[in-house]
């Protein structure tokens, strides 16, 4: 089979690979779609842990083709879509109910073989069926959205409460989607991209604003009384969470959901920290959150499509992983035919 292997940070090897055979309770999917995730450019480039030489992608989606002896709840030819997070099941945190920290965690693509290959040997475990004739392109936000939700929960929306959403990347906009379906009754989105602007706003924001704007606070807090009630930062850099940590008014809430790089930090002014009573919060993986995410998907409330996903193939990964980030894409997917 055709498989991108990433040898070393940077070296990026589309080869054909030999597959082995899957053990009792593996399957074997044929891959029709793996996202490009913000983490994918951060192994190509040796920025987060990995495992190489590995096989990366941590979307996928595909049709399973073959099946351990053991597998019963699923079978050859049924669509399936990968939760790459893999927990032991035995150290602390997983018997607490806290799989998100497991101390053995393993992820497909990270540290095990992944989906940028035409076929991926995975647990039957981490595969959730999918109706046959849901299309393969809205199921690879699967795993994205698992984590969004995570966030969301972690964020506590209430009916009727306002909510600003900092980026208006994959994230930002799943998030926004996530926020109206919870019942907020005000949705900020801020974004410095034009493009990605309209797309939320077509999505459902209530207003979306510039952040290089000089007069986005000051909007932002006669918007809302004083602040929103719940800021989720869906970024990962210093300055988003910089804007993010202003905006909550007096009891809020902050979510830091953007994986920033280890070097970045922020000052937060304490006694503004003391008289707004602020809650932080940081949102880390899936925990148990998948099959929700597949059924948000399913039944329509979450359309991950109005974020014009940009499909391309095995052939243009490392082009597109080794060039700058193009700012107004918000989404690429790989088909690997």
Known sequence: MLAAILNEPFKLELKEYSLPKPDKNEIVIKVNICGLCGTDFHIYKGDSYSKPPLI?????????????????????????????NIYCGECQYCRNGKI????????????????????????????????????FEAAAFAEPLSCCVRGIDQAEIKPGETVAIVGGGTIGLLML????ISGASKILLIEPV?????????????????????????????LTSGGPDVVIECVGNSSAVNIAANLPKRGGRL????????????NINLQDFFLKELSIKGSLLN??????????LVSGKINPIKLKPIISNLENLEKI???????????YQIKPK
């Open 194 to 222: 034009t493009e990605k602007r309209e797309i939320a706003k077509q999505l459902g924001a209530d207003f979306v604003f510039d952040p290089n704007s000089n007069e986005m606070l000051n909007q932002i807090s006669d």
């Open 56 to 84: 990366p992608g941590h979307e996928f989606v595909g049709t399973i083709v073959e099946k351990g002896n053991e597998v019963v709840e699923l079978n050859i030819g049924d669509n399936v879509a990968i939760d790459p």
């Open 100 to 135: 998100n920290f497991c101390e053995n965690l393993k992820a497909l693509g990270v540290s095990l073989n992944g989906g940028f290959a035409e076929y991926s040997i995975v647990p039957s475990s981490q595969a959730y069926l999918l109706p046959k004739e849901f299309p």
């Open 177 to 180: 989607q996530l926020a109206k």
């Open 255 to 266: 979510v830091i959901f953007g994986l920033s790089p280890k070097k970045d930090s922020i």
């Open 321 to 331: 992983l080794s060039q700058p980030r193009n700012s107004s894409v918000t989404k």
């Open 287 to 296: 925990p148990f959150t998948f099959p929700r995410a597949i059924e948000l």
